[in-house]
């Protein structure tokens, strides 16, 4: 996949996936996750979005020995994805990314 680099913030599809996650787990319905997607289609180009690859499963799975918290799965997705993408760093407020290879900022 070429991605664009004409944007400073990049998104990993997994991000996505654990965003729904979330919604559904904090009994969003149907209606209003459509809601929170037609707001984010403004706001995230879809060429912004990084797409979970082979390399990237393979990356987070050899990241995963050094990540035994809770939620660690999509953990090592999004930080396998910035490793695979050359990211500078994350952000995020959780700061564990640090110990699984990746600088955070927030």
Do not use: C
Not at 38 to 46: E, G, N
Not at 63 to 70: D, I, Y
Request: net charge neutral; glycine share 4%; aromatic share 8%.
């Amino acid at each position: 996949m070429n991605v664009s680099r004409s944007t400073d913030v990049l998104v990993p599809s997994a991000s996505l996936i654990e965003l729904d996650l979330e919604l559904k787990t904090h009994s969003f319905d149907d209606e209003q996750r459509q809601a929170v997607y037609s707001k984010l289609l403004r706001l995230i180009p879809s060429e912004g979005v990084i797409p979970v690859t082979l390399a990237v499963l393979k990356r987070a799975a050899e990241l995963a020995p050094k990540a035994k918290w809770r939620g660690a799965y999509f953990d090592t997705l999004i930080v396998a994805t910035g490793l695979e993408y050359g990211a500078e760093a994350a952000i995020t407020t959780d700061h564990r990314f640090t110990k699984i290879g990746l600088n955070t900022m927030f």
